[in-house]
């Protein structure tokens, strides 16, 4: 009886959730996530005014990328973020999903999911991708495992960088 629960609360919330492009209105709050998920997966806290920027530049700036929110009764529940990178390979974008925060209160409900079948939805009504790809925390397997079950596979490229 109780997994029946579960599954029609999920099932509500699911129906219930609204996804749209990020507006200038959301910066608030898609700062405050931004800030949520840096603290939760690196310990990390981000500069606000430089945060700040970098969120509205993107809201700004429509050729560099674009956010998605989920909304439930008119309350963001959950972002992500979506950056283009060009492959003169494939002639398509890459898109490159990050700064994805669902409120702890809101996962393993189906939202990411949503997100990221828009974001799919999004690329084909654009031309399509060369692929859609992410970065996930080596000891993020609750998120792995996410990304997995919905057709993501690990890649095998690793990742250099310098700072």
Known sequence: ????????????????????????????????????????TENLSL?????????????????????LVAEVEGEIVGSLMVTF???????LNYYWIQSVYIRPENRRQGIYGKLYQQVKTIAAQNGGAASFRLYVEQENTKAQQTYQALGMEQSYYLMYEEK
């Open 1 to 40: 009886m109780h997994s029946s629960v579960k599954s029609n609360e999920k099932s509500n919330i699911q129906s219930s959730v609204q996804l749209r492009k990020g507006q200038q209105s959301d910066l608030a709050a898609l700062v405050r996530f931004n800030q949520a998920m840096a603290l939760e």
């Open 47 to 67: 500069d606000e005014i430089l945060l700040t920027k970098g969120v509205n530049a993107l809201l700004s700036e429509p050729e560099k990328g674009f956010y």
């Open 85 to 91: 990178e060009w492959s003169d390979w494939r002639a």
